[in-house]
């Protein structure tokens, strides 16, 4: 009786499946145009996004920021008036939460056509020439495989990562769509060893990291922290995204304060629980080192959560 009904409404993994297939038919959809891009064209896309997300949510923002405003110009604010402003404050920001998802599930297809454009550029062609920008010019300083020749940027298809020189040969398949769009959901994806699991977090880490608000890897080990850090942060930096790893810093550093404001940060559960629980002890705003908390992905959740 139960394989039968197996059989006929099918398994709670096919249908989850087969609700996230629109989604990578969409992203199949628009690679093609994507790919027709140049290089610098291709760049474009990630202000184009980050615009496209901050003009959708923008009537709640600002009415955060003057509600703020108007608290700090009043600080004999009665207590009871205060209370309702910081309650208005939190709806919008669930409201501006619950927007930006709706916005981010339209750029999807578009955003993971980007990376997966990228990854396959890196795969194709020794360097990857693009418009220098000021922060490939600043990365350039300090890096072999970012050359700077004039008004042009080189990036190098290898580069040091985790000590090591590696050169980038991996492209997104459509098994990893999937699994990009499931973690973009917030849900947990298993993989089979060599499915790609590093390369697949690079879809919905990009795409929740045009928000602005922070994205956290987070990885059972520093050595993979720095690793993956440095191995996928590439295709990120390429796009202008900053990236950082907290195990590279001491706790309670001001280098470790920046890492949580780049756009991408990577480290280990263990550093940033700890973090976390610094924070609540701090007895004074300034003494934070972490923002608001926005996305994260769990790299080996079933052994960090034990």
């Given at each position: 009786?139960?394989?039968?009904?197996?059989?006929?409404?099918?398994?709670?993994?096919?249908?989850?499946?087969?609700?996230?297939?629109?989604?990578?038919?969409?992203?199949q959809?628009?690679?093609?145009?994507i790919?027709?891009?140049?290089?610098?064209?291709?760049?474009?896309?990630?202000?184009?996004?980050?615009?496209?997300?901050?003009?959708?949510?923008?009537?709640?923002?600002?009415?955060?920021?003057?509600?703020?405003?108007?608290?700090?110009?009043?600080?004999?604010?009665?207590?009871?008036?205060?209370?309702?402003?910081?309650?208005?404050?939190?709806?919008?920001?669930k409201?501006?939460?619950?927007?930006?998802?709706?916005?981010?599930?339209?750029?999807l297809?578009?955003?993971?056509?980007?990376v997966?454009?990228?990854?396959?550029?890196?795969k194709?062609?020794?360097?990857?020439?693009?418009?220098?920008?000021e922060?490939?010019?600043?990365m350039?300083?300090?890096?072999e495989?970012?050359?700077?020749?004039?008004?042009?940027a080189f990036?190098?298809?290898?580069?040091?990562a985790?000590?090591?020189?590696?050169?980038?040969?991996?492209?997104?398949?459509?098994?990893?769509?999937?699994?990009?769009v499931?973690?973009?959901?917030?849900?947990?994806?298993?993989?089979?060893?060599?499915?790609?699991?590093?390369?697949?977090a690079?879809?919905?880490?990009?795409?929740?990291?045009?928000?602005?608000?922070?994205v956290?890897?987070?990885?059972?080990?520093?050595?993979?922290?720095k690793?993956?850090?440095?191995?996928m942060?590439?295709l990120?930096?390429?796009?202008?995204l900053?990236?950082d790893?907290?195990?590279?810093?001491?706790?309670n550093?001001?280098?470790?304060?920046?890492?949580?404001?780049?756009d991408?940060?990577?480290?280990?559960?263990?550093?940033?629980?700890?973090?976390y629980?610094?924070?609540?002890?701090?007895?004074?705003?300034?003494?934070?080192?972490q923002?608001?908390h926005?996305?994260?992905?769990?790299?080996?959740?079933?052994?960090?959560?034990?």
């Amino acid at each position: 009786m139960l394989k039968a009904l197996k059989n006929l409404l099918g398994t709670k993994s096919d249908r989850d499946i087969k609700a996230i297939m629109p989604f990578v038919k969409s992203v199949q959809a628009v690679y093609d145009s994507i790919s027709q891009l140049s290089n610098d064209e291709l760049r474009a896309k990630t202000p184009e996004f980050k615009e496209r997300i901050a003009d959708y949510i923008a009537d709640e923002e600002n009415e955060i920021k003057e509600i703020r405003a108007q608290i700090e110009a009043n600080p004999d604010m009665d207590i009871n008036e205060q209370e309702k402003l910081f309650k208005t404050i939190d709806q919008l920001k669930k409201k501006s939460y619950e927007k930006s998802q709706e916005v981010l599930n339209d750029i999807l297809p578009e955003a993971f056509s980007v990376v997966k454009e990228t990854a396959k550029r890196f795969k194709e062609n020794e360097q990857v020439e693009v418009t220098a920008t000021e922060m490939d010019r600043n990365m350039a300083a300090n890096r072999e495989s970012i050359n700077i020749k004039g008004e042009k940027a080189f990036y190098d298809n290898q580069w040091m990562a985790g000590g090591n020189m590696i050169t980038w040969d991996m492209v997104h398949y459509d098994v990893q769509l999937i699994g990009g769009v499931v973690l973009h959901q917030g849900k947990i994806a298993e993989m089979a060893t060599g499915e790609g699991k590093t390369l697949v977090a690079t879809l919905p880490v990009y795409l929740n990291a045009l928000t602005g608000k922070g994205v956290h890897v987070v990885t059972v080990n520093d050595y993979l922290a720095k690793r993956d850090s440095e191995w996928m942060g590439v295709l990120y930096e390429f796009h202008g995204l900053k990236v950082d790893c907290i195990d590279k810093h001491q706790p309670n550093s001001e280098e470790r304060r920046n890492a949580y404001l780049a756009d991408i940060t990577f480290g280990t559960n263990n550093e940033f629980g700890f973090d976390y629980l610094r924070d609540n002890m701090a007895k004074k705003s300034d003494a934070l080192v972490q923002r608001k908390h926005h996305y994260a992905i769990v790299d080996e959740v079933d052994s960090v959560l034990i």
